[in-house]
Structure formats: C-alpha cells, structure tokens
C-alpha cells in the first residue's frame, strides 16, 4: 500500500562538478513533490550557494529572469537577514561549505507539470559554514517560476566557480 | 538469494521503479530485500512512542544505517512545568552528547505581534518544541528533518517548525534549524524536558532513499 510519499529518482554527485541536472522527474501523476538535498560539499575551502533552475517540457533549463524568491536567513551569530529578489535567473536555495560539514535541504514545488500555472517553491535548510568561527546557517524560503509551462524536472548549480564533489538529491511525489 | 528474478522473457535486469516479468514469492522477497522491488510508500514508520508523565523518551533504534534523512512528528506535547521546550540531544555511538556543542538559530512569530531571533553557538542541546505553558489546552506540536545521522564523515543536521501556546494564550510559530558541529554517527536521539516530566506523542520516520 503506497503512503504519501512517492520515490521517483535519486541523483549522487561523486565527483566534482557545477551542475547536475535531474531530468524527467515531474509529471501528470502528482502535483506536488518533495526534493531532498543532502550530503553537499565544495572541493575547495570556500563556501559556495546552490540554486535551482527548472528544465522546461523539451528538455531546456529555463534560464530567463522569471524567477521571484524571498527567505530568512538565520545564522546561530550573525543577525538575521530577509533576502528577498524579483526577476532573477534562480532560486537561491543554500549555501554549503568544505566537509565534514554536509547539509540538509528538503523543498517542495507546486504544480510543475502543469502548463496552465506558474511553478512554486518552498524550502527550509540548514547548513554550516565557516568565515572565521563556525557557524550555523539555516533559511526559510518561497520562491516561483513565473511561467505558465509545463516544467519536468529541476538543475541544482554553483556559479562561484566552487564546485561541489559530493551530494544526493532525491525526488518523491506526494501522493494526493 | 537467486540473481534471476522474472522470466519474460530471461532474467531481465530489475532495478526499484522498473520491474520486469512474473514474480514467485521468493522473487518479491529477495527484490525486496536487494532494494530492487518497487514498493512504494517512501516515508517509513520507524516507532511510534508516547510519553506520559515522562521526563525523557529515547529513539534507541533510528536505523541511521538505512536512513539519511529522519522526520520525527510532536504532538500536544504538555509539560508539567510552566514555558519548558521539548529539547534534542543525540547520541553518538551510544554516548549522550551533553556538552554545550550545538548550535541553533530560529524565528519565531506570535499572535500579539512578537517577532524576534534567537540562536546560539553553545546550547546544551537543540529543539524541537518552544516554550509551552502548563495550563490546560497549552500543548505544542511540531515536526523536524534531521539529516546524515549515519554519516560518520558529516555533521548532523536539524530544520524543524513548530506552534506553541504560552500561559497567557499568545500563539507562536515558531520555525529553525540546528546542529551538532560534530563528524560522527548518530544512534539515538533523545526528547526530554529541562525540569518535570511531559505528554505527548512521537513518532520518528525515516525517508527511503535508493541508489
């Protein structure tokens, strides 16, 4: 008997790269889905940010500045920040660091098969980083695609030209 | 166990989500058990516990070696003691991390207009439920994510959220994320209370993941 959580697909990152595309994920049979995102880590010493981008019904990364998001950052030193942008390129979901850190991000997105609605996004993740003292980073986030398309699946990237050779991503469907 | 599952039309090769051919019984239970029968309900019931008139519960069997992702769900969590939270600590290898090693950040957001920030860099323990108050009707109730337990090479992770009501009826939300900056494998985790006991019931999930 299925519960209401649905696995799809899973993605490992074993070696060092700036983008791995999860593809032919989101489809008519659910609505809404469940992403985690864990184990994540930079090759190099310098913490880097992760971010989503869609991949459209023929296979292109959706790369327009259509994208709005707005969350709270939440460090365990510095104050506490809203980030928020419009017509962006990007979700920006997380910022990872060096191992042994790792981090953990679950997101869900909201109608992205449907090619009569925009798509939406929210995450909660919490990671650590380190420029000077150890420090804990968590974020509450929204964010939306602001096409009515049709989206089948998802690109997580790095644009800080800090790669990351570890990660797994892993897609669910919410069985409604 | 048998390598040939299926017989249409010979041995096709299984993997979880693409299953191929007529299957004895056996086949399903060696699939199963290789991780390669598609069974789907992803979101697996580890244990169920509740507490009454408890001052601590311990999940002492999390299966951190199965999985990397836990979703642990409060409900009406009910101290006896007025405004104490339902605090975490973890185990590693069988020893309870007591020190002031956990880090946590978190929002919260009442019905009267409160909004305020509170985070630390050396808590004796993290989070899960906030400040509930001990008269009737008072509970808290919540989830949260924890992640890479089993990795000895990782830190391990909280995000969680969750509602309380305080003494004087004020409502919170209340959400966060915290840590134990430490790389080891995490076997048992512990809900307690800093003073009295408490009610409520837990329940620890672990989220299926496959290669």
């Not at chain 1, 969350?71 to 506490?80: K, N, P, V, W």
């Not at chain 2, 299953?19 to 029968?37: S, V, W």
């Not at chain 2, 999940?59 to 979703?71: A, E, G, L, S």
């Not at chain 2, 430490?182 to 620890?204: E, M, P, W």
Request: net charge negative; glycine share 8%.
């Amino acid at each position: 008997m299925a519960t209401n959580l649905e696995f799809i697909k899973s993605v490992e990152v074993t070696s060092s790269t700036s983008s791995v595309d999860i593809d032919n994920v989101f489809t008519d049979k659910y609505d809404v889905y469940y992403l985690s995102l864990t184990n994540f880590q930079t090759v190099g010493t310098t913490q880097t940010r992760i971010r989503l981008r869609f991949i459209d019904s023929t296979g292109t990364v959706v790369t327009g500045s259509t994208y709005d998001y707005a969350y709270l950052q939440m460090d365990s030193i510095r104050a506490f920040a809203d980030i928020k942008n419009t017509n962006k390129t990007f979700l920006d979901y997380n910022l990872i660091d060096k191992a042994p850190t790792g981090a953990g991000l679950i997101s869900y997105i909201y109608n992205p098969y449907s090619a009569s609605s925009y798509t939406f996004s929210s995450w909660q993740n919490v990671s650590v980083w380190q420029a000077g003292a150890l420090e804990l980073r968590g974020t509450k986030g929204i964010g939306v695609e602001k096409t009515a398309q049709s989206i089948r699946g998802f690109q997580i990237y790095e644009t800080d030209t800090r790669p990351f050779d570890k990660a797994k991503i892993s897609v669910y469907g919410v069985k409604g | 166990m048998s390598n040939e599952f299926g017989y249409i039309p010979e041995s096709p090769e299984q993997s979880f989500g693409n299953n191929k051919g007529i299957f004895t019984p056996k086949d399903i239970y060696d699939l199963t058990r290789a991780d390669k029968y598609t069974n789907y309900g992803q979101l697996e019931l580890i244990e169920t516990k509740t507490a009454s008139a408890d001052s601590q519960i311990i999940f002492d069997d999390i299966k951190q070696d199965i999985y990397n992702v836990h979703f642990l769900t409060v409900t009406n969590f009910s101290p006896s003691v007025n405004q104490r939270n339902l605090s975490v600590r973890f185990f590693e290898n069988g020893v309870e991390e007591a020190g002031s090693v956990y880090q946590y950040a978190q929002q919260y957001v009442g019905s009267n207009g409160a909004v305020a920030e509170q985070k630390s860099t050396g808590a004796g323990a993290l989070r899960t439920t906030n400040s509930v108050g001990d008269a009737v009707n008072r509970v808290g109730n919540g989830y949260s994510y924890f992640y890479n337990l089993g990795d000895s090479t990782k830190y391990s992770f909280q995000t969680y959220m969750n509602d309380t009501i305080d003494q004087t009826n004020v409502f919170y939300g209340i959400f966060g994320s915290g840590v134990l900056p430490q790389a080891s494998v995490v076997d048992q985790i512990k809900l307690y209370v800093s003073s009295g006991t408490f009610d409520c019931s837990l329940s620890l999930y672990g989220i299926k993941e496959y290669s």
